[in-house]
């Protein structure tokens, strides 16, 4: 890493860099002029992040990957696998467990023109480097009007997972969601875990990259036009992972899925909702969430994080503010219990939204409480 640091700050200057972050930027609009095969494949989560280090790394000798086992064991879930190997030990860095230090270092490598990727083992031992995450990273180029960007991205397993505990079940969204100068991304398929994260890693900004160990192993189909090098999704953009008329749900991460196989329930119950898969929790996309409400006219917001303070709060505020007028009933929303999470397996399940959560809490806002009345 130290010798790509004096290549980069000895042979690049900032007239580069810039120019490269504005071809970068164009990545998605050239992406789309491409034409492609309609047919897909399968892809899991893991393949979909593990590919989209391998091609950035490849394109850009700026881009390293830094965190706890992330070499010679190739991650503690396989995400960086073969890119040691690949890409040699300057530019995948082993650390020794000590987040606060590696987390500054990729703070300042990312001053100095490299894109580090920083990968912590879980978002709960980020808490140990929240302060180079929150003071350093985000604050820097306001703080330098503008002339210190720093590209780098935080990334690893955020939520849930089984059986865990309290310390190591925490979701972080809704936290780093209220720092200006954050963007906060969080996948849900292997298309948006391609897309994001090569947008992440694109980026002149700090991005917080929130993923779910649960969906790791998940196969999703994934299209010619996401297998493309040059693929990568918008920040800011939601995604309409089903449509409907009657309800809209929005939901990130996990919930997405559990969302779907509550809306596929409530379809033969003659409730058709549609499910907004938000993607990106800062920028929030308020303009697909108000445009949804206004034609369904309910709303009801999952996720898993607790529901003091969380992305369910602001979505309700966002839709009050500003579509209160189409609303037909109370905003539901679907949370995590108001208590640390309970190692017990039984106890877990509870602390934590479920499918049939999302139904009863559908069929309330559409006026349906039970099956016989729908």
Not at 271 to 296: C, F, W
Request: with cysteine.
């Amino acid at each position: 890493m130290l010798g790509l640091l004096r290549q980069k700050v000895g042979l690049r200057g900032l007239s580069a860099l810039v120019i490269g972050d504005y071809v970068q930027r164009l990545c998605p609009v050239a992406s789309a002029m491409r034409h492609y095969s309609s047919a897909t494949k399968q892809m899991t989560v893991r393949d979909a992040l593990n590919s989209a280090l391998n091609e950035e790394m490849a394109a850009d000798s700026s881009v390293f990957v830094m965190g706890e086992e992330v070499g010679e064991y190739q991650g503690a879930y396989k995400i960086t696998k073969g890119l040691l190997d690949k890409y040699g030990p300057e530019r995948v860095v082993d650390t020794p467990i000590t987040e606060a230090g590696f987390t500054g270092i990729g703070v300042g490598a990312a001053y100095h023109g490299l894109r580090p990727v920083i990968e912590f083992m879980t978002f709960n031992f980020a808490l140990q480097g929240i302060d180079h995450i929150i003071n350093s990273a985000a604050k820097s180029n306001y703080m330098s009007a503008g002339q210190i960007n720093v590209p780098i991205v935080f990334r690893g397993p955020n939520g849930a997972a089984a059986g865990v505990g309290a310390q190591h079940s925490q979701c972080f969204a809704a936290w780093y969601a209220t720092v200006p100068g954050l963007k906060v991304l969080v996948p849900y398929s292997a298309e948006d875990a391609r897309g994001l994260l090569k947008a992440a890693i694109r980026d002149p900004d700090p991005v917080v990259f929130l993923e779910n160990e649960l969906l790791y192993g998940e196969s999703f189909p994934v299209s010619d036009e996401v297998l493309d090098s040059n693929f990568c999704l918008p920040i800011g953009k939601a995604k309409v992972e089903r449509k409907g008329i009657d309800v809209t749900i929005t939901a990130y991460s996990k919930m997405v899925s559990f969302a779907l196989k509550a809306a596929e329930i409530l379809e033969k119950e003659g409730i058709n909702a549609e499910v907004i898969n938000l993607r990106s929790i800062r920028p929030l996309d308020r303009d697909t969430i108000n445009a949804s409400v206004r034609k369904t006219n309910r709303l009801v917001t999952v996720e898993e994080g607790f529901r003091q303070h969380g992305v369910g709060a602001e979505i309700c505020a966002t839709v009050v503010e500003d579509s209160f007028g189409y609303l037909d009933a109370p905003v539901e929303r679907i949370a995590g219990a108001d208590v640390p999470t309970p190692y017990a397996a039984n106890l877990e399940r509870f602390a934590f939204p479920q499918i049939e959560d999302i139904v009863r809490a559908t069929k309330r806002v559409c006026y349906r409480s039970t099956a016989a009345n729908a």
